[in-house]
């Protein structure tokens, strides 16, 4: 059974705090680098940060420093620590295996919330 679910978005001010998790089912978190993406309104779905099957991290330009990507094999599950939330940073954020397409199957996402 494919699955993906994403919990922990919520409402925020700036400068703020939250966590994300996603659990995945076996097929496809088993082997594969694990990403967490999000959406703004009105744009298009971006990569957040990525993390490989033995851990390596990468993160992008913009959550550098302020996001950290993690996850357990065993629960098989990838979380997402925010930390200095911004306005910019408020989308719907999902998370699936790095070579996701469009066409894949997604979760329905968490929602983040962010205010000035």
């Known amino acids: 059974q494919v699955q993906l679910v994403e919990s922990g978005g919520g409402s925020v001010q700036a400068g703020g705090s939250l966590t994300l998790s996603c659990t995945a089912s076996?097929?496809?978190?088993?082997?594969?680098?694990m990403a967490w993406y999000r959406q703004a309104p009105g744009k298009q779905r971006e990569l957040v940060a990525r993390i490989f099957a033995v851990g390596h991290t990468i993160y992008e330009d913009s959550v550098r420093g302020r996001f950290t990507i993690s996850k357990d094999d065993n629960q098989k599950t990838v979380s997402l620590q925010m930390d200095y939330l911004q306005p910019e940073d408020a989308g719907t954020y999902y998370c699936?295996?790095?070579?996701?397409?469009?066409?894949?199957?997604w979760g329905q996402g968490t929602q983040v919330s962010v205010s000035s």
């Open positions: 076996a097929s496809i978190f088993n082997g594969n680098t």
């Open positions: 699936n295996k790095h070579t996701a397409r469009a066409y894949d199957f």
